[in-house]
């Protein structure tokens, strides 16, 4: 029998600006969550944050894109909502952009991920929440884990990983997708994923001949994309993904390791800007020096036989990570010198906020011919 897994995310309202959730938001969550739960409409959740970020974990029986479990989650938004309203908490509401809800959230403004899976024996998963950051910054970790033999060893040594993955990328400028063979076209996926605005991808999953059914993600990771959705800024689409592991797929250790190097991703300050990913605990999922730098938290689950969550294990609270935090830490000092100047300023199309039209407009009598 199958279960779902959901992560559906949204900020509704920064404490202060947009550093962190509010616990009154998360203790709302929990409140209506339970109730769900005790009526049987979900099987079990948690919900965290991660930045500004309202987290929602569950697991069910409904699929994915369930009218149900996304209701279920948009009503947790509005409620949580008139609270942040109530504490006066920066942008309340700013993911919920449209009024009524309509059957699922995607396209609505809050970030989803979510897989339909029929449970291994033991079944071990990461769910990883990032702040000031968008869908794109996935790429490079997901290549790694599941492409990538010099991060995972089991590409190479575990006869079950050997074959490879299939990699589904989406175009969220023309809203296509692609399904690709990994090793086979692994030249071509990086052509497409290295530009990581435009092409990201979507989900894993395992070949034909794997010991897992060829139709079920091992991976999956929320792509959308808020400007777009609302016309204009309104918030970078700060991602959520969840990856399952060991027995034929990369283990643990090997869904981690591509942390261990905090890579440059857009977002950042007012969702304009460079910089590196910093791996963290949930303790410091609270990015303020330049309202970053931009933050990845990976919780550690077991799903039991009934769809239970037994978790989460924080995993970045780790010292093996510390040199990453450095090392970002470092890369965030180097970068943040250039101010205005790109790199680490985005350019003019990948900016949230642009004042370049108001400055032109100005100008524009005194621009002459050279
Ligand atoms: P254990 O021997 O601790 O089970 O670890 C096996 C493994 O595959 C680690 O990657
Ligand atoms: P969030 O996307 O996390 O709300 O951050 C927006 C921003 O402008 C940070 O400077
Ligand atoms: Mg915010
Ligand atoms: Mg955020
Ligand atoms: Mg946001
Ligand atoms: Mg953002």
């Not at 769910?127 to 089991?154: C, S, W, Y």
């Not at 300050?269 to 999922?285: F, T």
Request: net charge negative; hydrophobic share 40%; charged share 25%.
């Amino acid at each position: 029998e199958k279960i779902t897994i959901s992560v559906i995310k949204a900020d509704i309202g920064g404490w202060p600006g947009h550093c962190k959730v509010h616990p009154a938001l998360i203790e709302k969550a929990n409140e209506l969550l339970g109730k769900a739960k005790e009526e049987g409409t979900i099987i079990d959740f948690y919900a965290t944050y991660c930045g500004d970020d309202l987290q929602l974990i569950m697991t069910h029986k409904h699929g994915v894109d369930s009218e149900k479990i996304h209701g279920l989650a948009w009503n947790v938004f509005k409620e949580a909502t008139e609270i942040a309203k109530e504490l006066g908490l920066y942008g309340a509401g700013q993911d919920l952009l449209k009024d009524a809800f309509s059957g699922n959230v995607r396209g609505m403004g809050p970030g989803v991920a979510e897989m339909e899976i029929t449970l291994r024996k033991s079944e071990p998963i990461v769910t990883f929440h990032m702040d000031k950051t968008e869908p794109g910054a996935f790429n490079l970790p997901i290549f790694r884990m599941f492409a990538d033999p010099f991060n995972t060893a089991g590409l190479v040594i575990d006869p079950h990983m050997h074959m490879g993955f299939r990699f589904e990328i989406w175009d969220i400028k023309e809203h296509k997708r692609v399904i690709m063979n990994s090793p086979e076209e692994l030249y071509d996926i990086l052509a497409l994923i290295g530009a990581k605005s435009r092409y990201v991808i979507k989900r894993v999953y395992p070949k034909k001949g794997h010991k897992l059914p060829e139709d079920e993600p091992v991976a999956v990771i929320s792509t959308e994309k808020l400007y777009e959705i609302a016309g204009e800024y309104v918030g970078k689409d700060d991602p959520v993904a969840i990856v399952r592991a060991q027995s034929g797929l990369p283990a643990l250790g090997e869904v981690l390791e591509p942390f261990a190097f905090p890579h440059l991703v857009s977002g950042w300050m007012r969702g304009s800007h460079n910089g590196p990913i910093m791996p963290v605990p949930l303790k410091y999922a609270t990015p303020s020096r330049f309202d970053g730098p931009p933050r990845v938290v990976a919780l550690g689950w077991q799903i039991n036989k009934d769809g239970k969550l037994i978790g989460p294990v924080d995993l970045f609270e780790d010292v093996a990570f510390d040199e990453a935090r450095k090392k970002a830490l470092e890369i965030a000092d180097y970068i943040r010198r250039h101010g205005p100047f790109e790199p680490h300023r985005l350019p003019l199309e990948e900016m949230e906020y642009t004042t370049l039209p108001g400055v032109l407009e100005k100008l524009k009598d005194r621009f002459e011919p050279v």
